[in-house]
Structure formats: structure tokens, C-alpha cells
Nanobody, 121 residues
Framework: QLQAFGGGLVQVGGSQRLSCAAS????????MGWFRQAPGKEREFVGS????????NYADSVKGRFTISRDNAKNTLYLQMNSLKPEDTAVYYC????????????????WGQGTQVTVSS
């Protein structure tokens, strides 16, 4: 089970941190990802991190502004978002997939409920 929280309303240029609590299975061999979906748009990959080794990957649109991290002891995934822009407004989802798959939404098996992030100008 994945549960994302921490969304809200933030001003342009501001910061927000999302969290995703993972439970119910062993995630040690998984890659955890963040996706987002804006109204009328497809779900978009934001970034990912492997539980073991902490290897990260980011979409170009967030590279340098967003940082993914995880706390293995707490089974919690984080998304630190800085320098937020109006185009970052979306529902953000956390998800998990096994190692060896690609960072496409279809490759992720388990999803949390989304949390809304709204960036106001």
C-alpha cells in the first residue's frame, strides 16, 4: 500500500515536500517513482529512486528543481519540489515497480492515491 500526502497550494517560486508512506510488502527490490497528472493531460513521469543504492532519475522538466529521496527505515519516499512553476500544478502520485523495468506508467504495479499540488501565480 502506498499513501501520498503533503500537497497543497503554493506560490510560484515556492517549495513543497511530498511524502509517500509504503507498507504491506517488501520494497527493497523495487524502484519508487513519482508521477503527476494535470487536467486534460496524460500521467507524466517526474522521477524515480531505487530503494537499494538510491539511484535517481528525473524528467527533464524537473531536473535541478526536484529531488527524490527515501528513508528506508521509515519506508517513506519523498519529493522535494523547489522553484515551483504554474506548470507544476497537477495531482502527484507515488508508485513502485520491480527493478529492470522502464520508467513508464504502465511499468509500475502499485500506486498510491494522488495528492494535489497547485502553484499559484
Amino acid at each position: 500500500q502506498l499513501q501520498a500526502f503533503g500537497g497543497g497550494l503554493v506560490q510560484v517560486g515556492g517549495s513543497q515536500r511530498l511524502s509517500c508512506a509504503a507498507s504491506g510488502r517488501d520494497f527493497r527490490n523495487d524502484v519508487m517513482g513519482w508521477f503527476r497528472q494535470a487536467p486534460g493531460k496524460e500521467r507524466e513521469f517526474v522521477g524515480s529512486i531505487s530503494w537499494i543504492g538510491g539511484v535517481t532519475n528525473y524528467a527533464d522538466s524537473v531536473k535541478g528543481r526536484f529531488t527524490i529521496s527515501r528513508d528506508n527505515a521509515k519506508n517513506t519516499l519523498y519529493l522535494q519540489m523547489n522553484s515551483l512553476k504554474p506548470e507544476d500544478t497537477a495531482v502527484y502520485y507515488c508508485a513502485t515497480r520491480p527493478l529492470g523495468r522502464r520508467n513508464s506508467a504502465l511499468e509500475f504495479d502499485y500506486w498510491g492515491q494522488g495528492t494535489q499540488v497547485t502553484v499559484s501565480s
